[in-house]
T-cell receptor, first 114, second 113 residues
Framework: DAKTTQPNSMESNEEEPVHLPCNHS???????IHWYRQLPSQGPEYVIH???SNVNNRMASLAIAEDRKSSTLILHRATLRDAAVYYC?????FGGGSNYKLTFGKGTLLTVNP | DGGITQSPKYLFRKEGQNVTLSCEQN?????MYWYRQDPGQGLRLIYY???????QKGDIAEGYSVSREKKESFPLTVTSAQKNPTAFYLC????????????FGPGTRLTVL
């Protein structure tokens, strides 16, 4: 299974941009890069996903390196509500391409200071 | 409102007892998943189901069982064979079998006394 590497924790100030890095040097050509976040005692929440091109949505932006061996989740203006654990995940494909699963690592704990 | 519900939020059981965790979704999703989360750790996949009447083992299926008799329901039974069942259990569903954009329930915290 392709794995991801993220820093254990990061800190940011409110209303400043946050760049959360993720390394995935063993990514295969058909792996999608997913980002989820989890607030304390809640289920994870989907943030964004992409394959090769950079992606934007209302929550964040995803910047993917040209060689796809790394990516960065960008929160343009951090708020206190963005404090959470952020997971970078590669979508595994197995079972003849008809079955999929997401493998969650420990993620990055983001602290946002007021 | 569409979403996923899990009940109960907190569950206590005595060692040696089986217990069933409920998961219901009204999103009309085909795929459903059960994860386990231990303190400070990521999620680990227990079982998943891509369609009614079909399910597959995940990475840590031993000591657990599931059923998928209806599209909207995917209950998880924690059996007495599960050696360390105390954990936070999360149910998820997805509108495509690829698992893109999984929606998670609020979770059930199980404590074995």
């Amino acid at each position: 299974d392709a794995k991801t590497t993220q820093p254990n924790s990061m800190e940011s100030n409110e209303e400043e941009p946050v760049h959360l890095p993720c390394n995935h040097s063993t990514i295969s050509g058909t792996d999608y890069i997913h980002w989820y976040r989890q607030l304390p005692s809640q289920g994870p929440e989907y943030v964004i996903h992409g394959l090769t091109s950079n992606v934007n949505n209302r929550m964040a932006s995803l910047a993917i390196a040209e060689d796809r061996k790394s990516s960065t989740l960008i929160l343009h203006r951090a708020t206190l509500r963005d404090a959470a654990v952020y997971y970078c995940i590669l979508r595994d494909v197995f079972g003849g391409g008809s079955n999929y699963k997401l493998t969650f690592g420990k993620g990055t704990l983001l602290t946002v200071n007021p | 409102d569409g979403g996923i519900t899990q009940s109960p939020k907190y569950l206590f059981r005595k060692e040696g007892q089986n217990v069933t965790l409920s998961c219901e979704q009204n999103l009309n999703h085909d795929a459903m998943y059960w994860y386990r989360q231990d303190p400070g750790q990521g999620l680990r996949l227990i079982y998943y189901s891509q369609i009614v009447n079909d399910f597959q083992k995940g990475d840590i299926a031993e000591g657990y069982s599931v059923s998928r008799e209806k599209k909207e329901s995917f209950p998880l039974t924690v059996t007495s064979a599960q050696k360390n069942p105390t954990a936070f259990y999360l149910c998820a569903s997805s509108g495509d079998r690829g698992g893109v954009g999984q929606f998670f329930g609020p979770g059930t915290r199980l404590t074995v006394l």
